[in-house]
């Protein structure tokens, strides 16, 4: 009797283990918690046409915001777009947090071009995710907005554009 009973006893560890051993690949993916990777760096900002200052503005903007820190985006605006973007990065700061942000669909044109003032619009949807800066760990689920944009650029003597000010209509809810 004892054989069989050691028997048995080997067939039913043997069963537990590859139950074991299959239930990640039968689990449902789920995303860790975890927070964002370090970011990638942005080069310098083209500021040569109004919609190129756009594009610099939004690379610069999202890095900016993933760092916490208004200073790395302020050669793509004015120091009064700067003033509305450094109020939002301290609101955040007062929180605790920082907002990692992905543009996944941007249609802009130039509507307007003035002297020194371009008008451009766009068609704008985001990603986003909030994270604590102590932890860098993820605070939020992954969000999604779309909005209808007008951005107000402006040439700078030097010839620069640089983005003045942002009017952002939302076109969906947050999600």
């Avoid at 860790?32 to 942005?42: A, N, Q, R, S, Y």
């Avoid at 003033?83 to 990065?89: E, L, Q």
Wanted: hydrophobic residues 40%; charged residues 20%.
């Amino acid at each position: 009797m004892p054989s069989i009973k050691r028997y048995a006893l080997v067939v039913l560890l043997m069963f537990v283990l590859l139950a074991l051993a299959t239930i990640p690949a039968c689990a449902p993916s789920v995303e860790p918690l975890l927070g964002p990777e370090e970011p990638e760096i942005p080069g310098e900002p083209d500021l040569s046409t109004p919609q190129a200052a756009v594009t610099s503005y939004l690379t610069l903007l999202n890095f900016s915001y993933r760092m916490a820190n208004s200073e790395a985006a302020a050669s793509a605006m004015t120091s009064a777009e700067w003033v509305r973007v450094d109020a939002y990065i301290q609101l955040n700061c007062t929180k605790n947090r920082a907002i990692e942000q992905h543009l996944d669909l941007f249609e802009g044109a130039l509507r307007s071009i003035e002297a020194s003032r371009a008008i451009v619009t766009a068609t704008e949807d985001w990603r986003y995710r909030y994270f604590d800066l102590d932890s860098v760990l993820y605070t939020s689920d992954v969000l999604s907005i779309s909005y209808e944009t007008t951005y107000t650029v402006l040439q700078q003597s030097d010839g620069r554009w640089l983005v003045d000010s942002v009017e952002a209509t939302s076109s969906t809810p947050p999600q």
